[in-house]
């Protein structure tokens, strides 16, 4: 074979790997769209079980309609960079959904027909401080007249991105909500103030039941249920009497579900009227104790759990460097069921003055922990919580037990009515089926305190969720009524991953160097007292002029305080040292360590080819 020849071969073949490669690329875009792999540790991109089960059961196409005002977010890169993502998501769905959901991008321009549109769906344009506004919602309309809104994406709320999607779609799906009956002591619902004469808008966990399920509140003293009632939600059931238990008896063994936050310290409860110094000492427990009796649990109204591993920091007065309080727990991962589909991947409960549960010895039902303390955890008397200012106070005499104390649990079996001396022919002495209750034992977590921030934006509540109490409460509310659907999209982990090993190094610093702050503290309190009453006297005498020895005191104590505030300092540097080193070890395993082994490896790979080559030619 000639040179020409060779060439031509050549060209030839060239020229048909090109038409073979663009031909791939072409046949890959058609058969392939759509389609990718997730590899983020979470599966952020792939949408979960629970949002596909929500759009399967649509019965009749949906149409949505995302608004967002591209032009005027020009100079507002991450909001562009959220909207993608929001866009993304929902074409992902729509993609999914085999025709169920027909999306719609819309980028309203001012003065324009599709701006009256978003006005008149609800949309709430955002300023911008320069006179314009842009949109950034979505709206949802069915074939009749259903229509829901997402009024403004909050770029904060990315965790729950694809729940708020998924349950806008889900309102659209046309079924009847589930029927669930608040009894509460606790004014968690929207009421009325008389003292301001204004309306309010009760807590943000109350007001999101109310988006999901058909929310009826029931009077405390009610003493029938309603028939259609599929839930009852018991919120600090204080001082109920027999005729309201044997209701609620009655109610569990004809096959309702029941959903109770019981508490040994309500520090939500208010007595309307009393006087507030005879209300301080009032107690604020509240238990079902006939009802758990005949279950089989066992709950102790005068007991909170103090768990260090879980405590949260708090500061207890401006001028006081932040403390944990041993009763305020911050629940992570490890010690949240992560099989039972209610606290399954929630990374943060928060809880405050929490009680604990136990089975009776004769117990005939099961105890399934949702919520568990560490080992690190003892009991107190509930009184002793309430009366110390202090939260350090709670450290003297604290000993862990290595007991995990349960703080939530599913109670499921067959039970037996705690009222075996009523009859009637309505009277039920039995279960007719298993039971499912979930137990709380803590009323605190609703409190929008202790789980999520609220701020008022142009009419519209703006909610940043910073723990998921709300997520655990909804939960158990869909588990209980059957709802499973929305509890995967929910229950799925954020974006953002917490710093475990820094946290876990914070936490073991402090245990080795509070008790050694507390003495120092101690220590320089004396000084300075002897300090202030060695210059006291000498204010009171005559004479301003100090004798030797007083001479001697003053630059001992000065010189004691220095060195003492020196010591203080630091212990206090002390803290963060191994978080430091961390943070040096991991600089140098990024800059020096990981860059010389990619070297060697490319080093390596490179003497290989080198080596094979000589011995082919060998």
Do not use: C
Not at 42 to 55: C, H, I, K, P
Not at 177 to 200: A, M, Y
Not at 463 to 483: E, K, R, T, W, Y
């Amino acid at each position: 074979m000639n040179a020409f020849h060779r060439r031509a071969l050549a060209g030839s073949t060239l020229a048909i790997t090109a038409v073979i490669f663009v031909a791939l690329i072409v046949l890959s875009g058609v058969l392939l769209r759509g389609a990718r792999i997730d590899l983020t540790a979470n599966r952020l991109y792939t949408l979960s079980d629970g949002t596909r089960a929500v759009v399967d059961k649509l019965d009749e196409p949906i149409n949505l309609y995302f608004y967002f005002s591209d032009q005027a977010a020009q100079n507002l890169p991450q909001l562009r960079t959220y909207a993608i993502r929001v866009r993304e998501l929902l074409e992902e769905i729509a993609a999914e959904s085999g025709g169920k959901v027909r999306l719609e991008v819309v980028d309203p321009l001012p003065f324009s027909e599709e701006e009256d549109r978003a006005t008149a769906f609800g949309l709430q344009p955002i300023p911008l401080g320069n006179g314009s506004s842009l949109f950034f919602g979505l709206a949802g309309t069915d074939a009749t007249d259903g229509q829901v809104i997402i009024p403004v994406f909050q770029p904060d709320k990315e965790d729950f991105l694809e729940y708020d999607i998924a349950k806008l779609i889900s309102s659209l799906s046309g079924e009847d909500r589930p029927v669930v009956g608040v009894l509460s002591t606790l004014d968690i619902g929207p009421g009325f103030d008389p003292q301001r004469g204004t309306p309010t808008e009760g807590w943000v966990v109350y007001g999101e039941l109310q988006n999901l399920f058909d929310i009826r509140r029931i009077d405390p003293a009610a003493t029938t249920f309603d028939e259609d009632l599929q839930l009852l939600v018991l919120v600090h059931p204080h001082d109920l009497n027999d005729d309201q238990l044997y209701a609620i008896d009655q109610f569990v063994l004809g096959g309702g579900r029941l959903l109770v936050l019981v508490d040994p310290h309500a520090e939500t409860a208010t007595s309307p009227g009393a006087d507030p110094s005879q209300a301080m000492f009032e107690s604020k427990s509240s238990n079902l104790a006939r009802l758990f009796d005949a279950w089989g649990v066992r709950f102790d109204p005068d007991q909170v759990v103090l768990d260090a591993e879980a405590a949260l920091q708090v500061q207890p007065r401006p001028e006081q460097p932040p403390v944990r309080h041993l009763a305020i727990l911050g629940l992570g991962p490890q010690v949240l069921n992560q099989q039972d589909v209610i606290s399954a991947q929630l990374e943060s409960v928060n809880l405050s003055t929490a009680g604990h549960f136990m089975l009776a010895d004769d117990a005939t039902v099961t105890m399934e922990p949702l919520a568990q303390s560490s080992a690190n955890a003892a009991l107190i008397g509930a009184d002793s919580v309430r009366f110390v200012p202090d939260p350090v106070r709670l450290y003297d005499g604290f000993t862990p037990t290595g007991e995990r104390y349960v703080l939530a649990a599913r109670l499921t079996g067959m039970l037996k009515t705690a009222f075996p001396e009523r009859g009637g022919d309505a009277h039920r002495s039995e279960s007719n089926a298993e039971a499912n209750i979930v137990l709380i034992a803590d009323t605190d977590l609703l409190a929008d305190r202790l789980w999520v921030q609220v701020q008022q934006f142009f009419g519209q509540r703006l909610l940043n969720a910073f723990a998921n109490n709300g997520d655990f409460i909804i939960n158990s509310v869909d588990n209980l009524v059957g709802s499973a659907e929305l509890i995967a999209v929910r229950t799925r982990a954020r974006s953002s991953r917490p710093f475990t090993t820094v946290e876990a190094l914070r936490r073991g610093a402090e245990e080795r160097f509070r008790q050694k702050e507390q003495e120092l503290q101690a220590e320089l309190a004396e000084t300075e007292r002897q300090l202030s009453d060695l210059q006291r006297s000498r204010a009171d005498q005559s004479s301003a002029i100090l004798t030797p020895e007083q001479q001697t005191a003053l630059q001992r104590f000065q010189q004691e305080k220095v060195r003492i505030r020196t010591e203080l300092r630091q212990v206090r540097r002390q803290l963060d040292a191994d978080i430091q080193a961390l943070g040096a070890r991991l600089k140098f395993i990024n800059i020096i360590v990981m860059p010389l082994l990619l070297t060697l490896a490319v080093a390596a790979v490179a003497w290989w080819r080198i080596r094979r080559r000589k011995e082919q030619h060998a």
